[in-house]
């Protein structure tokens, strides 16, 4: 697992370099080190290797013997990492060049060997997309390893849930099967209780980015991001989570903000954060005072899952976690679902623009990005930025060339001027 | 040959003279979007189901307004159409979660043309006893749909006479495609394909009588006796033009591996007295398309096994661009036949007929290298 230890090493060099310069963002390398830590600890315990779809509920690992790895993770923390050449594993044979870098990136790291292959695998279809299950599916055929396909109905109701519910069981009993060891539901309790806490906190702090202006940072959305999907039903995710909600909660008491510039405009990102550039939503916020308000990424069901019941109930809480997790219903379902999503974001974060990135290999999005962006128009009377970019690779679309996209919105379409020369403000 | 230039006059546009007779008569047409869609229910309805395809289509000046350019030119295409008013006589449209694109690409056609009734198949992507279930009630509530809004009666009687009558239809295309396997097939692999499609656009009594005479009338003839190596297309949808840029180039599609064509007709329904289970069985456990993840090795059987019984000499796995199914699929594909001795050649192309000079060239590199050997 060579690429797992470097990636370990280079969020532990962040970190002590944010402890040295900037004590205040230490905090943003945390989850990182904690996911791969914890994976090192399962894997010293000899716990099966298992690849898990970052949709799918990892509560539901805890309570079995494996050492879960969610590839989509490590590419994403992976692509974060500044002056990481990633172009020997995203250029990867076979494959056509518009496929999604994500899975790309996934199936590159397995054919050089960097990435060890896994002992069975989980994956879902269709939630979000057709490229996760197609590569994932291709994986385990090529590489012959065992595969569970979760299947993921298009809608998000009763029925569905009920499906999926069984859909988790039968999972349940693959990975059983698989690791030779029965699941211990009582783990599985105590990680949904770790998930309803870390849920609650969320929902706090994104209610505070509500406020004019927000107090907290664009960046602070793609680190939870992250976090949760790394982290999720761990009590070192509640733990970080309580500090950060403590720490935004503080500074708002001082009536202070964690964004260095005045707050001039609001945005709701509607769309695959830039994982690769990281410092992006850093320079939007220096060269124009844009703030990042809302991220689709983020907008998990934070209702609580009830954990006191039995196996059948807890299984419907996770089946609608499931369901509802952020990309995957807005990949899933249809485009009038994304439609109001991003309406009900704008209005309730009061942004004044929406960005409506287009992941480069993301055909969900792309087939309905026109009608997305027009629709959302109308109907929240906020501008639309669509642009083509891609979410991994920088060579597709260079951080110059992304900035250049938001002069232009800013300037064209908002009228605004970068912070520092004569501007007429954005409101 | 008039049964036969009959199919081939029907199939070269998407309007054709039979779907006008249905209309004529007072009966509806509902339009479906994927090999998924079970044919037999609109049938047991006494409506015309008409598989939608973007045949003809060589722009996309309208859609290019509606959908982004980097996106499966086969949705664009029939997208196109539909704004072009081509698709104006159909009275319903009934899509599924296939793929991606063109379950987005319908919302696009709903928000832009008017579609009477719409039914949306929530299709498992497995066929456990669970999914099995689940499709049964999918296909429960389309019935439902259907007739509230036609004023039809669906019956299990109905269903199994509408089973037997497609299973009759897809043995009949079947019988066209075995004429591949003679060394000089009466067909060429582009019309075997145009008239497997058209199947799937037409009347069935009118189709198999058709069909039924233009066998008679191909019994004991010929085709084309000079040709360079024999080959299957895999992948492709229907034929817009590449079978035959094939073709010219020297090679001989004796068969294919496509959902409009060999994958969809191979195989009957078996009819146990539970027509409902039987449908929804049959079409999530037959393999017509790598949206089934876990099917690799299945499709590798298939075209293994077609390779055989055509004597194929060398395949080409066709991949629209764009499309994520298939670009998964092919990386497998490729490398089982490879491994089976079997030369292959991956084509990337679009719908409509584009590059033709590049793959041209490509075709004929590919035909060197069968021929060497």
Same mark, same amino acid.
């Given at each position: 697992m060579k690429i797992l230890t470097q990636v370990l090493e280079a969020y532990r060099n962040i970190a002590k370099e944010a402890a040295e310069k900037n004590p205040k963002r230490r905090y943003q390398a945390e989850p990182a080190i904690k996911y791969?830590?914890?994976?090192?600890?399962?894997?010293?315990q000899q716990k099966p290797v298992l690849w898990s779809w970052l949709c799918i509920p990892p509560e539901l690992y805890r309570g079995l013997h494996v050492t879960a790895i969610c590839p989509e993770v490590l590419v994403l923390l992976l692509s974060s990492l500044p002056g990481r050449d990633l172009s020997a594993y995203l250029d990867v044979e076979d494959l056509p060049p518009e496929f999604c870098t994500i899975n790309r990136l996934v199936l590159g790291l397995a054919q050089s060997g960097d990435f060890a292959l896994p002992d069975m695998m989980v994956y879902a279809t269709k939630n979000p997309c057709d490229a996760g299950a197609t590569s994932?599916?291709?994986?385990?055929?090529?590489?012959?390893?065992?595969?569970?396909?979760?299947?993921?109905?298009?809608?998000?109701?009763?029925?569905?849930?009920?499906?999926?519910?069984?859909?988790?069981?039968?999972?349940?009993?693959?990975?059983? +099967?698989?690791?030779?060891?029965?699941?211990?539901?009582?783990?599985?309790?105590?990680?949904?209780?770790?998930?309803?806490?870390?849920? +609650?906190?969320?929902?706090?702090?994104?209610?505070?980015?509500k406020m004019v202006p927000c107090p907290l940072a664009s960046r602070d959305l793609m680190v939870t991001r992250a976090a949760f999907l790394s982290l999720l039903g761990t009590p070192e995710l509640t733990d970080w989570m309580a500090r950060r909600y403590q720490s935004a909660l503080e500074t708002v008491r001082k009536g202070e903000r964690e964004a260095p510039q005045e707050e001039r405009v609001r945005l709701v990102w509607v769309g695959n954060p830039p994982n690769s550039n990281p410092g992006f939503l850093?320079?939007?916020?220096?060269?124009? +005072?844009?703030?990042?308000?809302?991220?689709?990424?983020?907008?998990?069901?934070?209702?609580?899952?009830?954990?006191?019941?039995?196996?059948?109930?807890?299984?419907?809480?996770?089946?609608?976690?499931?369901?509802?997790?952020?990309?995957?219903?807005?990949?899933?379902?249809?485009?009038?679902?994304?439609?109001?999503?991003a309406v009900r974001l704008a209005k309730e974060y009061k942004a004044d623009a929406a960005i409506l990135p287009s992941h480069t290999g993301c055909k969900w999005n792309w087939t309905s990005?026109?009608?997305?962006?027009?629709?959302?128009?109308?109907?929240?009377?906020?501008?639309?930025?669509?642009f083509e970019f891609d979410s991994i690779d920088k060579r597709f679309l260079s951080p110059e060339g992304m900035q250049a996209k938001f002069h232009e919105f800013f300037q064209i379409r908002l009228g605004m001027k970068p912070v520092g020369q004569p501007a007429t403000s954005g409101r | 040959m008039k049964a036969l230039e009959e199919l081939k006059e029907l199939s070269g546009a998407v309007h054709n003279r039979s779907v006008e007779q249905w209309k004529?008569?007072?009966?509806?047409?509902?339009?479906?979007?994927?090999?998924? #869609?079970?044919?037999?229910?609109?049938?047991?309805?006494?409506?015309?189901?008409?598989?939608?395809?973007?045949?003809?289509?060589?722009?996309?000046?309208?859609?290019?307004?509606?959908?982004?350019?980097?996106?499966?030119?086969?949705?664009?295409?029939?997208?196109?159409?539909?704004?072009?008013?081509?698709?104006?006589?159909?009275?319903?449209?009934?899509?599924?979660?296939?793929?991606?694109?063109?379950?987005?690409?319908?919302?696009?056609?709903?928000?832009?043309?008017?579609?009477?009734?719409?039914?949306?198949?929530?299709?498992?992507h497995k066929a456990d006893e669970g999914a099995v279930n689940w499709y049964v009630q999918e296909l429960s509530m389309l019935a439902e749909g259907l007739e509230r809004t036609f004023g039809a009666t669906i019956t299990d009687d109905k269903l199994n006479q509408a089973i037997r009558a497609c299973n009759e239809r897809r043995g009949?295309?079947?019988?066209?495609?075995?004429?591949?396997?003679?060394?000089?097939?009466?067909?060429?692999?582009?019309?075997?394909?145009?008239?497997?499609?058209?199947?799937?656009?037409?009347?069935?009594?009118?189709?198999?009588?058709?069909?039924?005479?233009?066998?008679?009338?191909?019994?004991?003839?010929?085709?084309?006796?000079?040709?360079?190596?024999?080959?299957?297309?895999?992948?492709?949808?229907?034929?817009?033009?590449?079978?035959?840029?094939?073709?010219?180039?020297?090679?001989?599609?004796? #068969?294919d591996a496509s959902c409009f064509g060999t994958l969809s007709v191979w195989e009957p329904i078996v009819q146990t007295g539970q027509p409902w289970h039987d449908i929804a069985e049959f079409y999530l456990k037959r393999v017509t398309c790598?949206?089934?993840?876990?099917?690799?090795?299945?499709?590798?059987?298939?075209?293994?096994?077609?390779?055989?019984?055509?004597?194929?000499?060398?395949?080409?796995?066709?991949?629209?661009r764009y499309c994520n199914y298939w670009?998964?699929?092919?990386?497998?594909?490729?490398?089982?036949?490879q491994q089976l001795g079997i030369p292959t050649l991956v084509l990337d192309r679009e719908y409509f007929p584009s590059g033709v000079g590049q793959i041209r060239t490509r075709v004929q590199a590919f035909l060197e290298i069968v021929e060497g050997g």
């Open positions: 791969f830590e914890l994976l090192q600890e399962d894997m010293a994932y599916s291709s994986v385990a055929y090529s590489y012959n390893r065992p595969a569970y396909f979760l299947d993921v109905p298009y809608a998000r109701d009763i029925r569905s849930m009920k499906y999926v519910a069984e859909e988790l069981l039968n999972m349940v009993s693959f990975v059983e +099967g698989q690791s030779g060891r029965k699941m211990d539901w009582d783990k599985v309790r105590q990680a949904i209780a770790y998930s309803n806490q870390a849920m +609650g906190y969320l929902r706090q702090l994104l209610d505070l980015r850093d320079w939007l916020e220096n060269e124009y +005072g844009a703030v990042v308000v809302s991220m689709i990424q983020t907008e998990y069901n934070t209702d609580a899952i009830d954990n006191c019941g039995d196996v059948s109930r807890i299984l419907d809480g996770l089946a609608v976690k499931a369901l509802e997790f952020p990309m995957a219903r807005h990949g899933r379902m249809s485009t009038d679902y994304n439609i109001g999503e990005a026109y009608m997305v962006r027009e629709k959302v128009q109308d109907a929240s009377g906020i501008p639309v930025l669509n | 004529a008569q007072g009966k509806p047409v509902v339009g479906y979007i994927c090999s998924y #869609t079970p044919a037999e229910v609109f049938h047991a309805a006494g409506i015309l189901p008409y598989r939608i395809r973007a045949k003809g289509c060589q722009e996309t000046a309208l859609v290019d307004t509606v959908m982004a350019t980097n996106t499966c030119s086969f949705a664009r295409c029939c997208l196109e159409l539909a704004l072009k008013g081509e698709y104006r006589f159909l009275d319903g449209l009934v899509y599924a979660n296939t793929c991606d694109t063109l379950r987005r690409m319908i919302d696009n056609w709903r928000n832009k043309v008017a579609t009477g009734f719409c039914h949306f198949l929530s299709v498992p009949l295309v079947r019988k066209l495609y075995e004429h591949g396997k003679k060394d000089n097939p009466p067909l060429s692999g582009s019309e075997t394909l145009a008239i497997s499609v058209l199947a799937s656009s037409m009347p069935l009594d009118e189709f198999a009588r058709l069909t039924r005479t233009a066998l008679n009338e191909m019994d004991g003839r010929n085709g084309r006796a000079s040709y360079r190596a024999r080959l299957m297309t895999v992948g492709n949808l229907d034929d817009s033009g590449y079978a035959q840029i094939i073709e010219e180039a020297g090679g001989l599609v004796v #068969t790598p949206r089934m993840p876990g099917t690799e090795g299945q499709m590798t059987e298939y075209v293994k096994d077609m390779v055989t019984a055509f004597r194929v000499e060398g395949v080409i796995l066709e991949r629209v670009s998964g699929a092919t990386v497998s594909l490729q490398k089982d036949l």
